[in-house]
């Protein structure tokens, strides 16, 4: 669903000409006995070696960098004056790594205030800018997710697709803060889970799919129980969306786990809905 920051793999590639022999063809049968090595050339990877651009990037301290007004800007009563103080930190803060050397707990704290905010325009930018945050300190941002994942999931019950789409891909970029979705993690997420609004539950679990395919590393054995134990009663939610949702959950946990693994995990199900799962 993400657009960037993906494990980037080696990549290689074989000269197609290193797979020709360049051995003379001649219509003499007696070249089959021919005692001659054969000449067919030595293959060999020239392929350059992709390094990951955050690594390689020099660290960055915005502090410094943030403009002087920012603070007031972004709690003043006109929506335009926090449109323009989140367009003008946006290009300060989206660079490819953030030092985490410093403190950002006041910015994080006044961009997710923004996140709430009552104006579409503004919610949109501050999502960017929390995703510009997430991105740029990838696992330094683990002090700051909360409040993040938070606001973020409590403005998911916007409907207007837009909101919908910067919110998702803000949440996706804190899955570099997030070594595991083990219980701790889980327990987090519980209150969204169980939220009066069901776009709030269906966007949580949504998220909860995204973020095991697009782990560094599969979800363990006792990690996919403790999924499958905070999302199987939503598959009895009275909402459709919400029950979509869960399903393609589920789903990814079977896909991991296989048949003979998940089945354990399944048993409170009933086939119509084990069969939605495997669709």
Known sequence: ????QRPLELLESIDSSALIDDTPISDDSSMSQSSEPSHTKEVVNTAPVVKDAYEMAE???INSKLPSSLYDSLSSSSWKDR???LESLLPVIRVPKISDNSRYGELVDAICKRVCDVNVLVVILAANCLEALANGMRSGFGPYRSSAIAALLEKAKEKKQNVVDAIRSSLDSLRFSISSINENFLEELTSF???KNPSVRSETLLWISRLMQSAH???NKKDCKSIVDSVIPAMDDGTTEVRESAAICLACIHKFLGEAGSSPLFEKLDKIKLN???E
Do not use: F, G, N
């Open 1 to 4: 669903y993400l657009r960037s």
């Open 83 to 85: 449109k323009e103080a």
């Open 276 to 278: 939605k799962i495997k």
């Open 59 to 61: 660290s960055v301290d």
């Open 217 to 219: 590393q599969s979800p």
């Open 193 to 195: 889970l169980t939220h």
